[in-house]
């Protein structure tokens, strides 16, 4: 029983050689993402790991049931790049790493808060350019906020805690399962309180289908003035005009976009020297009042060597038993 393991960065490479070994497991690695082009590579194989940037869509999902593959596994939490019909339809199981370390993100979500909050990329660009002056930087510090945290999962829980050190004015709380744990910290409420009380809005949903676009000129214009808007959940839940609108309209005041809707042809590729077609993403990386990180928020060395040893602990029990127990439930 071998597994091929797609989309390898070198950060992870020692990792797999360390838990493969720990777990007696036989794997191959390989850079290239799972896409229709690559699906091939994983004839011979008895599973496959891949990342939430690869695309597991109908006909890989096809190619590789026709090599004897029933399941597969994400080493992502998100797994919205896999055709579920599909999957179903195939009766192929998918493991994904359910939790790999929500601090990781959610520490991300503070520091992009506080570089948009206390002006701290405008202090870099003038200090780059020797320009020392403080004038027009006067900034807003988080105990004076209403923060708000729209899907308190995982890391939305860890988002809530991590806030309640700096003491904003008031936590308010948007999620359809509410959790009595996060009681003691925030106020669940309405999206339309949310949208009229919140000064600092963070979005910590799946991408799901009552989640596309939930950033929107609609649910923008019932916003405070002055919002800070931070998404590091999928490009998906934003409409990226609909936003870069609401910043030149003086209704939001920032946003960090960790995540972009067509980030795959960019994100975590080099395009030094290359023009970008992609004209949205071109003017949210010139607004000043905006900034932009290539799906970076979960990365530090303890979300990667969770992610590598959970994904391989799922083959190990695929190979084991043709189970395991962070199956996703799709059906
Ligand atoms: P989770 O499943 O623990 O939590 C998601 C929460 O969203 C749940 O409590 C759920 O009830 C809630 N929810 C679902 N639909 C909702 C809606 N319409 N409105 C409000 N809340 C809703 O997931 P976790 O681990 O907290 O991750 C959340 C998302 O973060 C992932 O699905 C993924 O897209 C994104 N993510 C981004 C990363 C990055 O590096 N930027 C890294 C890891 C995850």
Not at 97 to 104: H, K, L, T
Request: charged share 25%.
């Amino acid at each position: 029983m071998k597994a091929l393991v797609y989309a390898v960065r070198p950060d992870e490479i020692d990792f797999f050689e360390q838990f493969s070994k720990e777990l007696n497991l036989d794997i191959d690695l390989c850079s290239s993402n799972l896409t229709e082009d690559t699906v091939e590579q994983a004839k011979g194989y008895q599973t496959v790991i891949f990342l939430a940037e690869c695309k597991v869509t109908g006909k890989v999902l096809e190619s590789l049931k026709s090599f004897g593959i029933n399941h597969i596994v994400s080493r992502s939490v998100g797994v919205d790049n896999v055709d579920w019909e599909k999957a179903n339809e195939l009766d192929i199981k998918i493991a994904n790493v359910p939790a790999y370390s929500p601090n990781s993100v959610s520490e991300f979500v503070l520091t992009s808060t506080l570089v948009l909050l206390r002006n701290y990329h405008h202090y870099l660009d003038r200090v780059q350019n020797q320009d020392f002056t403080i004038t027009g930087l006067v900034a807003k510090e988080i105990r004076n906020q209403v923060v708000a945290i729209i899907g308190v999962g995982k890391i939305g829980f860890e988002t809530v805690k991590n806030f309640t050190g700096f003491g904003p004015k008031e936590i308010l709380l948007y999620d359809p399962f509410e959790k009595e744990e996060v009681k003691k910290y925030g106020r669940y409420t309405s999206l339309e309180e949310i949208y009229k009380s919140s000064d600092i809005i963070v979005y910590h949903i799946p991408l799901l289908k009552d989640t596309v676009n939930i950033i929107s000129k609609k649910n923008i214009d019932k916003m405070k003035k002055g919002v800070i808007l931070i998404n590091v959940s999928r490009g998906g839940i934003m409409n990226a005009s609909d936003l870069l609108d609401g910043i030149n309209e003086g209704k939001i005041a920032g946003a960090a976009v960790d995540v972009y809707d067509n980030e795959l042809s960019y994100f975590r590729h080099d395009w030094r020297e290359k023009n970008i077609p992609d004209t949205t993403l071109v003017k949210l990386l010139a607004h000043p009042q905006v900034i932009v990180t290539p799906h970076a928020a979960f990365y530090t060395d303890e979300a990667v060597s969770n992610m590598v040893s959970i994904s391989l602990g799922n083959v190990k029990e695929f190979f084991d038993t043709g189970n395991s127990k962070n199956i996703v439930n799709k059906k």
